[in-house]
């Protein structure tokens, strides 16, 4: 079978391309996967070779055959001209941003974005003149009200990794029509299985691959990909800045990719089942989660996304941080710790309030966010109904 693909996809499903993808046994001495290459130098063996550009691996910065499998999987799942490995999630967003602003330029962001995000248009785009400026998550066509004459860049996350809020890229992409603006969508959430946001309209796509596609919590890495009108200046600006991802954590995630099809749909399962029982405790006063019926995205969900991932909100009842320190300290098998995207339950009180600036979050209570992992369901459960206990009881002290 075909083992490797061109910028219009793969001719196979996506389980059997996620198998067979990025790799080539007979290339390694029959070895099923691409070794580890740790390498800066590569030697030439004459000056014609030397002087030959066209030579696909001249110095380890350029990628090595481990970096380009990984981006061909990459590429081929979510439908682009190409893809560049970057060390971690942020650093692939800010490749993203930098490969398409320049000084004087503005970008529209959710208010939704993930707040790292946030601080590096903030804090750091801004000191090179590019001006951050955010938007109503739930926007959709009325963001051409919001364009202006320097605006180069749209900002998508959908949905928002605490509050899960969607943008309707086909409506903002309408909105655009004609005018020079970039919409660079993080799709860590979905991956690719689930969602495909060059398909909806966006031109640049990025995944922490720390999270779903590394799989296991013992990585970090990003990716950036883009259709063919923005890949050259992706590359470009890629090259010049010297961003390079870690070869073991390019094999890791490669790894990773191999089960993300079985592991997806795992995910899938679980948080939806542990999400429908939340939404049935007495306690817990929302759930937001897009594959609910109750989320006010639900019907774009149903349009845009072929499956939901790992990752969801609750939220209980006002109470102090003596009831959520009873609620958390106490859980025994969800971790509290930031990322997801592993084999293990997690669990974090987040306060999206603190983050907003377009539009307010103003959800009253407690808001905690949950991956859900590979643990028995009915033992996640257990562990939450006796936290839930725990919060009661601390309700009013
Ligand atoms: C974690 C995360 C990132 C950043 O990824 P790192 O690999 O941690 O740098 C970006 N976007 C979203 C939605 C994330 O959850």
Request: glycine share 10%; proline share 5%; hydrophobic share 40%.
């Amino acid at each position: 079978m075909k083992k490797s693909q061109n910028d219009q996809g793969f001719s196979v499903g996506a389980e059997t391309f996620l198998t067979h993808g990025g790799r080539n046994p007979a290339a390694q001495s029959g070895f099923v996967n691409t070794p580890v290459y740790r390498g800066s130098t590569v030697i030439f063996e004459t000056l014609a070779e030397l002087d030959d550009y066209t030579i696909r691996y001249r110095y380890g910065r350029q990628g090595t055959p481990l970096t380009t499998g990984l981006e061909e999987i990459v590429s081929g799942l979510e439908g682009s001209a190409g893809t560049y490995l970057a060390p971690s999630g942020i650093s692939a967003i800010s490749l993203a941003l930098l490969a398409c602003l320049n000084g004087g330029d503005e970008i529209l962001v959710t208010d939704s974005a993930y707040d790292p995000t946030r601080k590096l248009a903030d804090t750091f785009l801004c000191g090179y003149g590019i001006k951050a400026r955010y938007f109503d998550p739930r926007i959709g066509s009325s963001i051409a009200d919001l364009v202006g004459p320097d605006t180069r860049a749209v900002f998508v996350e959908s949905p928002g990794s605490l509050t899960f809020e969607l943008q309707d890229i086909p409506a903002i992409k309408s909105a655009l029509a004609g005018k020079n603006i970039a919409i660079v969508a993080d799709n860590s959430w979905a991956t690719p299985l689930f969602c495909r946001p060059l398909q909806l309209g966006a031109d640049i796509v990025v995944h922490s691959g720390t999270k779903m596609l590394g799989g296991h919590s013992d990585l970090m890495l990003g990716t950036v990909s883009a259709n063919a009108a923005y890949w050259p200046q992706l590359l470009r600006t890629a090259h010049v800045l010297g961003i390079v991802a870690s070869p073991d954590d390019t094999f890791l995630t490669m790894r990773g990719t191999r089960t993300l099809g079985v592991r997806m749909k795992a995910h899938e399962a679980r948080a939806l089942d542990l999400a429908q029982w939340l939404e049935e405790q007495d306690l817990v006063t929302r759930v937001l989660h897009p594959a609910l019926r109750s989320h006010p995205d639900h019907a774009l969900f149903k349009r845009d996304f072929s499956g939901s991932g790992s990752l969801f909100s609750f939220v209980l009842p006002p109470a102090g941080r003596t009831a959520i320190a009873a609620f958390v300290d106490g859980l025994e098998l969800f971790g509290m710790g930031y990322s997801w995207g592993g084999f293990e339950s997690l669990l974090l009180p987040v306060d999206p309030r603190k983050f907003r600036t377009a539009v307010p979050w103003d959800e009253a209570g407690n808001t905690f966010r949950i991956h859900v992992g590979f643990e028995d369901i009915d033992d996640l459960k257990a562990d939450l109904a006796a936290g839930f206990a725990r919060y009661l009881n601390s309700l009013g002290t």
